[in-house]
């Protein structure tokens, strides 16, 4: 069985921090990616980034380079991202999922089904 939790979602000022966690149980160590995507109200779903268990090679969306890091955490299976600088239009609810590969489309990710999901997190940038 494959098990995906996200954490950490909250209230932060603009330009302040927050850090979400993934943890992720029922796979092969380093056998896999794990990515951050998010959902604005009324908006598709679009990836925020990606990391190689196997490696700890990131990538990262546009919107949010230099801004987001995501790490891994072997040891515990559990992946982190920090948020720096935030702005008002990250606000969304926040995913993470267990992907086949960092190259995947969202469409693919979510295809995966459930299993592979996180329950989302919601994150609300506003003064």
């Known amino acids: 069985q494959v098990h995906v939790v996200e954490s950490g979602g909250g209230l932060v000022q603009p330009g302040g921090s927050l850090t979400l966690s993934c943890a992720a149980s029922g796979l092969t160590p380093d056998k896999y990616e794990i990515g951050w995507f998010r959902q604005a109200s009324g908006k598709e779903r679009e990836g925020v980034s990606c990391i190689r268990m196997s490696n700890g090679d990131t990538y990262y969306a546009d919107s949010v380079k230099g801004r987001f890091t995501t790490s891994r955490d072997l040891a515990n299976n559990t992946v982190n991202l920090q948020m720096n600088s935030l702005k008002p239009e990250d606000t969304a609810v926040y995913y993470c999922?267990?992907?086949?590969?960092?190259?995947?489309?969202?469409?693919?990710?979510?295809?995966?089904?459930?299993?592979?999901w996180g329950q989302g997190t919601q994150v609300t940038v506003s003064s």
């Open positions: 999922a267990v992907l086949p590969g960092c190259e995947i489309t969202v469409k693919h990710a979510m295809a995966l089904g459930d299993d592979y």
